[in-house]
């Protein structure tokens, strides 16, 4: 008889367990200084950084905080709060739903970056660190420590690629940065969301209002920034804190919450941005708020037909061009060579229908292409359109747009008595004109988002998404897709026209060089584009985010003179690399691009 004897399976652990941090220091120190260093932050934002008030923001002050101070401030209290909440401290687990490592290293980074380039550009302009005062030492010593901290929490490191010892330098050089990379993307990557208690509706409303209101405070904050340095500083803290809160899981919370309540939150974010107006001292501000509101509204038209339908359309700013001409000519400017002047409801109608008849005129022959060649054609009609107005002049053509000077003087809306060219009182604030054109493309705004919505959610839009997938699927299916795509090219030229009619009246003006392909001056074709995809593809939300963004940066980055386009264009090749599907995207789309990620419970067609 042989006794076999064998030897019991010793349980080991696998290599992608390994909990280390990116720095080498014990986890229960690291913890202790991320929360500490985001409490010295706060302390020393309410200390005086530098002696003269010759840096912009006057930070001489101690005991009240000033300019980029505020920034700080507000990354040093998420760091704190996000810390103490990895504590377990009673009251304060509701704000890491999804685990609050990430969220405390994104914060005390967003901290780091802020205090430091604050610290830098006084040195700059100031001539040296002696301009600073020991406020300004501590900060920077306390972000310092906060990010040090954070980088030493524990994560679970992926399991490494083994380096072949018989490839070449480079390439064991190549793979070891794979590995690296792998590393560090898994030191920020977002914990499982914890079940959600089930809430009253009354509050989870509270939660949606307070939500929007943030987003409000935060908006009017960065559209009034006075200079340069607290805008970048801004932009900072604002990518860092928004980041840092999706780590937590918060905004994974609000997300679904809104999904419940999706009326509320539609009526709740109209509401908050027709406040917009009355934070403002002057119609400063307005006047960006309108034309951000005219860009968001022709991309999210143009949403229906990249985002919904997947067609690839280079010049979608024609149409805006061809409701703007054909508003202007019937509202009664005396450049118009019809002496016709509609009301604005007869304006709008005349605008949007003219540019839904050259949306199915140019569709109709052109929507049998597909892709590249669908792209070509649409460019070409793009710089057909401009080139055409341009020679309308009665010197190449007939005259009928007054070819480059345009149709001036258009006069100022009226409806029902209300002129919207002069200064109105509401509640005791005085409502400027650009300001009652806000409120006017606002109502534009919500009737678009309407209108997407209830045809995205129709037997329409769902066959829209099957072209967009595959369209030979959608067609062996009995998709009538040439009837499809042109409904699609049609609602969104009709959009489009409609925003070009209050853009006619706003600017007083339509010349041909304001519907170019690509210009610096948004809306074009270009930057309409690059808001639908920037923003999310399939959205509500995430083309009206997009096209806030790309208005907005462009027009504070003006100090950087000839390189604005250059850091610009940066910023949208790091956010491409980094984030292809878009800042609010829809969650097939997002699946897309990271295969990894865990399937969705349930799949929405228009995002978050």
């Known amino acids: 008889m042989t006794t076999q004897t064998t030897t019991a399976d010793t349980p080991q652990v696998p290599a992608g367990t390994a909990q280390t941090g ?198 009017t904050y960065g559209i009034g920034t006075e200079y340069d340095e607290l805008f970048i500083g801004f932009l900072i803290t604002a990518g860092f804190g928004f980041a840092a809160v999706a780590k937590s899981g918060l905004m994974a919370r609000v997300s679904a919450i809104t999904a419940r309540h999706r009326n509320v939150t539609m009526a709740g974010a109209f509401a908050a941005a027709a406040a917009f107006p009355f934070t403002q001292s002057d119609d400063q501000y307005a006047t960006i708020g309108v034309y951000i509101l005219i860009f968001a509204t022709v991309a999210l038209g143009l949403n229906i037909v990249v985002g919904l339908a997947g067609l690839l359309d280079l010049g979608y700013v024609a149409f805006l061009g061809v409701g703007a001409y054909a508003a202007a000519m019937v509202s009664g400017s005396p450049s118009s060579p019809f002496d016709i002047h509609l009301p604005f409801w007869g304006a709008v109608l005349v605008g949007a229908t003219a540019s839904m008849v050259f949306g199915v005129l140019i569709g109709a022959p052109t929507l049998r292409l597909r892709g590249d060649y669908l792209a070509i054609v649409t460019l070409g009609f793009g710089e057909i359109f401009r080139i055409t107005v341009n020679n309308l002049d009665g010197t190449s053509g007939p005259d009928i747009t007054n070819g480059s000077n345009g149709i001036s003087s258009i006069p100022n809306l009226e409806m029902f008595g209300f002129d919207f060219g002069i200064e109105h009182s509401l509640f005791g604030i005085t409502i400027g004109r650009f300001a009652n054109y806000f409120f006017l493309m606002l109502l534009i705004t919500l009737i678009v988002v309407v209108v997407f919505r209830r045809s995205g959610d129709s037997r329409i839009g769902r066959a829209w998404i099957a072209i967009r997938e595959d369209e030979t699927a959608a067609l062996a299916m009995g998709i009538n897709g040439f009837r499809v795509k042109l409904i699609a090219f049609a609602l969104g030229a009709a959009l489009a026209g409609l925003a070009g009619t209050v853009q006619a009246h706003v600017t007083y003006t339509v010349t041909p060089e304001q519907y170019q392909f690509a210009h610096v001056v948004p809306p074009n074709s270009a930057f309409l584009l690059a808001a639908v995809v920037l923003g999310g593809m399939g959205t509500i939300s995430g083309p009206l985010v997009g096209a806030a963004l790309l208005y907005l940066i462009p027009a504070k980055l003006q100090f950087l003179g000839d390189y604005q386009l250059f850091a610009f264009g940066l910023a949208l090749v790091l956010l491409m690399r980094f984030r292809p599907e878009g800042l609010i995207p829809n969650r097939r789309r997002q699946l897309e691009f990271h295969e990894s990620a865990e399937a969705p419970a349930v799949l929405s067609k228009t995002g978050a």
Do not use: C, M
């Open 22 to 219: 990116l720095v080498s220091l014990p986890p229960h120190i690291g913890r202790a200084l991320a929360t500490g260093g985001g409490a010295l932050t706060v302390v020393s934002s309410f200390l005086a950084w530098t002696w003269t008030a010759a840096f912009p923001g006057d930070l001489t002050v101690y005991g009240y905080p000033g300019g980029l101070q505020w920034l700080v401030l507000i990354a040093g209290v998420l760091t704190t709060l996000f810390g103490l909440s990895s504590y377990g401290v009673k009251g304060l687990r509701w704000l890491t739903p999804a685990g609050a490592d990430s969220a405390i290293k994104l914060a005390a980074l967003g901290g780091f970056a802020t205090a430091w380039f604050t610290v830098t550009a006084i040195s700059y302009q100031l001539g040296g660190l002696a301009n600073l005062e020991p406020g300004g030492f501590i900060a920077a010593l306390a972000t310092l420590a906060a990010l040090v901290g954070a980088l030493a929490l524990p994560f679970e490191r992926p399991a490494p690629d083994p380096v072949d010892p018989e490839d070449s330098a480079w390439d064991q050089s190549k793979q070891r940065r794979r590995n690296g990379r792998a590393n560090f993307k898994a030191a920020f990557a977002t914990g499982t969301l914890a079940p959600a208690r089930k809430l009253p509706s009354y509050v989870e409303i509270l939660i949606i209002v307070a939500a929007l209101s943030v987003g409000l405070v935060v908006f």
